[in-house]
Nanobody
Framework: QVQLVESGGGLVQAGGSRRLSCAAS????????MAWFRQTPGKEREFVAG???????TYADSVKGRFTISRDNAKNSVSLQMNSLKPEDTAVYYC????????????????????WGQGTQVTVSS
C-alpha cells in the first residue's frame, strides 16, 4: 500500500522558517515527480513546488526565492524548506506524487498527481 506521510507543520511567526518532510512508502518514487500543494478553507488547492527525477525544480511565483524543495531518493522522501514565512502562507500542506509517466517534468495541476498525503497544517502568525 502506497503512503505519503507529511510532518513538520505547526505554528510559526511571520518571518520565521519551517521545514516540512514527506516520507513515502509502498513503492519507490525516484523516477517520478514529487510536489507540494497547499489549501486554505474556501480556496482551491494551490501548487507550491515540485521536483522531477533529475532534481529540476518548479515553484509557484508566490513562494519563489523563499521556499526550497528537495528530495532524498535513498530515503524515498521529499522536503520543503520554507523561509521568510508570511501569514498568507498559512494552509494545509500536502505532499503528492505523479507516477503516470516516469522521467516526466513537473506539472502544476493537482489532477496530474496520483498519490497524496493527509496534509500538515502550517499556521503563520503576524
Amino acid at each position: 500500500q502506497v503512503q505519503l506521510v507529511e510532518s513538520g507543520g505547526g505554528l510559526v511567526q511571520a518571518g520565521g522558517s519551517r521545514r516540512l518532510s514527506c516520507a513515502a512508502s509502498g513503492r519507490k518514487f525516484s523516477t517520478n515527480v514529487m510536489a507540494w500543494f497547499r489549501q486554505t478553507p474556501g480556496k482551491e488547492r494551490e501548487f507550491v513546488a515540485g521536483i522531477d527525477w533529475s532534481a529540476a525544480t518548479t515553484y509557484a511565483d508566490s513562494v519563489k526565492g523563499r521556499f526550497t524543495i528537495s528530495r532524498d531518493n535513498a530515503k524515498n522522501s521529499v522536503s520543503l524548506q520554507m523561509n521568510s514565512l508570511k501569514p498568507e502562507d498559512t494552509a494545509v500542506y500536502y505532499c503528492a506524487a505523479d507516477v503516470s509517466i516516469p522521467y516526466s517534468s513537473v506539472g502544476v495541476a493537482g489532477d496530474a498527481y496520483d498519490y497524496w498525503g493527509q496534509g500538515t497544517q502550517v499556521t503563520v502568525s503576524s
